[in-house]
């Protein structure tokens, strides 16, 4: 008899369940449609260039509960056919000696003597590297991250059949490490994922990462949005992601893509719940550069630098609550008409926004030319005054400069930092430093520097411009390196 009750009880707990998982009360915002286009199709049809639209997540009866029983199972076959593992082969240029490591030689020149710098010859090796990517055309077009696939002479796409074509970069995002690739078969037809709308994610709500960790092959982990716009608009979540998710897939519980698996942050190198994902909002820009031919991504820039309003800026706008950025600076190129240094930013395209990190990531979607609504508040006075954005600013070839010699450096291309840097870059209050801007050859170094890196110090020494770089590259031995990346401090020993 007490069997029965307790079985009872159960039986209605999970009904309880299903039914509050599946009917939430919670509302979900609105998509702007006027923003998304081709709302109602989230797949190309055969005729059709792939599009980045979104659907938003509707509250629907969970597929989730089948018998009484939660499982992952129905989101996973949904999207498993949609997430392809990567491989890809870069030629690097290494020098070195062929005596170095002849212990008779060794003997000969004396011990600690640096055989590289008198006897070093070049040498090609073949590296291989392992990462995850999305479809998302139905003819073979493909996201995955720019450091999946950098500088690769080959690029093998693998589909979950078992599959395998050769694909070519067909255009890259530096700013924000995203990848199209277009896969060479006219013939193949595959499945596209179907995109959601990271913006309707809440903290707590439940993601699946899908990619290929360590070579082992398609692996699935689960976990909850743990939070929103980090660095500048990433989703973060505690579902395990490890090398070789590179590129794999966030989605939904309605089996959505909403982001691409970029990076995490550990001390071991292993998943320690802390992942980030690139919305998937934020590829706009890339697959637009696809349909226009291909290349480099060019995303539309404010030319403002702006600063989250706190308690206190609050208090002199005569706000209960504080919301909005406050422009602290503008670029030459933004008309004084538009907005100037001192306005309060209240909404962008009729929302509101929280803080800087989430007016740069709705800027961020957009692309050079596209003009944004922006509300206002100036001294006593709210208005709504329509915004281009515009080319980002290019440093000169003449302020670019590649450093030579022998250390982790050779190749790498900076320059100091400027104004116009710092606002492109929302670098804000770095105004003196040296910028990483990329490299010019395919060498280790390479592994250790991002694009935007800041070189904070080398050894003891802080590094203020290009000039004091150099002087400590041809004078001292490099023992340890601190970086600015993501706002974060970064030590290389």
């Given at each position: ?42 797949t ?29 199972s ?28 002849d ?16 006897f ?8 291989r ?10 003819e ?11 500088d ?13 074509y ?37 903290v707590g ?9 360590f070579g ?16 500048g ?18 989605v ?36 637009a ?29 005569n ?6 950025v406050?422009?602290?600076?503008a ?13 309060l930013?209240?909404?962008l395209?009729?929302?509101p ?16 030319g ?33 450093l030579k ?27 003196e430093?040296?910028?990483?801007l ?20 080398i ?7 290009v ?16 970086l ?9 020993k």
């Open positions: 008899m007490v069997l029965k009750i307790l079985q009872s009880m159960c039986l209605a707990a999970v009904c309880v369940m299903s039914l509050s998982y599946g009917m939430g009360n919670r509302s979900i915002p609105s998509v702007d449609k006027s923003a998304v286009p081709n709302e109602t199709k989230n190309p049809s055969p005729d059709q260039s792939p599009q980045v639209s979104v659907s938003p997540t509707f509250n629907k009866p969970s597929k989730l509960f089948q018998g009484g029983v939660f499982s992952f129905p989101v996973v076959k949904k999207v498993a056919p949609s997430v392809v593992n990567i491989y890809s082969e870069r030629v690097q240029v290494v020098q070195n000696s062929p005596f170095a490591m212990p008779m030689m060794q003997l000969f020149m004396g011990k600690g003597f640096n055989f590289d710098s008198l070093a010859m070049p040498r090609e090796i073949i590296q590297s392992l990462g995850s990517g999305v479809i998302i055309g139905k073979g077009t493909v996201l995955t991250n720019v450091h999946v696939i950098q690769a002479t080959k690029i093998k796409v693998i589909l979950q059949d078992g599959r395998a050769d694909a070519k970069v067909a255009v890259k995002d530096d700013k924000i490490d995203l990848a199209v690739l277009q896969i060479q078969d006219p013939k193949v037809e595959l499945v596209p994922i179907e995109i959601g709308d990271p913006e309707v994610m809440e709500d439940m993601v699946v990462a899908i990619g290929n960790p082992v092959g398609t692996t699935v982990t689960t976990g909850i949005v743990s939070a929103v716009s980090r660095f608009g990433f989703i973060q979540t505690d579902a395990s992601i490890n090398v070789g998710n590179s590129g794999g897939a966030l939904n519980m309605e089996g959505q893509l909403i982001g691409i698996n970029n990076f995490i942050i550990s001390k071991s190198g292993a998943s320690a719940g802390i992942g980030f994902a690139i919305p998937i909002n934020m590829a706009k820009p890339a697959v550069q696809l349909n226009n031919g291909g290349g480099d991504v060019q995303r539309g820039w404010s030319g403002l630098l702006v600063q989250t309003v706190t308690p206190q800026i609050a208090q002199t706008f706000m209960d609550i504080p919301l909005g406050v422009v602290n600076a670029h030459s190129l933004r008309s004084a008409k538009d907005v100037q240094v001192g306005d930013i209240l909404e395209n009729g929302k926004l929280l803080d800087k990190e989430t007016f740069y990531y709705r800027l961020a979607g957009l692309p050079v596209e003009t944004v609504s922006l509300k206002l508040r100036r001294k006593d006075k709210e208005l709504t005054t329509q915004f281009p954005l515009i080319k980002p600013v290019e440093v000169p070839s003449k302020q670019r400069t590649t010699g022998n250390h982790v450096f050779d190749g790498v291309v900076v320059s100091n930092l400027s104004p116009a840097l710092e606002a492109e870059l929302n670098l804000e209050g770095m105004r430093g040296v910028i990483v990329g490299a010019v050859v395919q060498n280790a170094a390479l592994r250790l520097f991002q694009q935007y890196d800041i070189i904070h110090m050894n003891a020494y802080t590094i203020m411009n000039n004091d770089l150099l002087r400590v590259l041809s004078s001292e031995k490099i023992t340890s390196i601190k600015i990346r993501n706002g974060k401090t970064v030590e290389i």
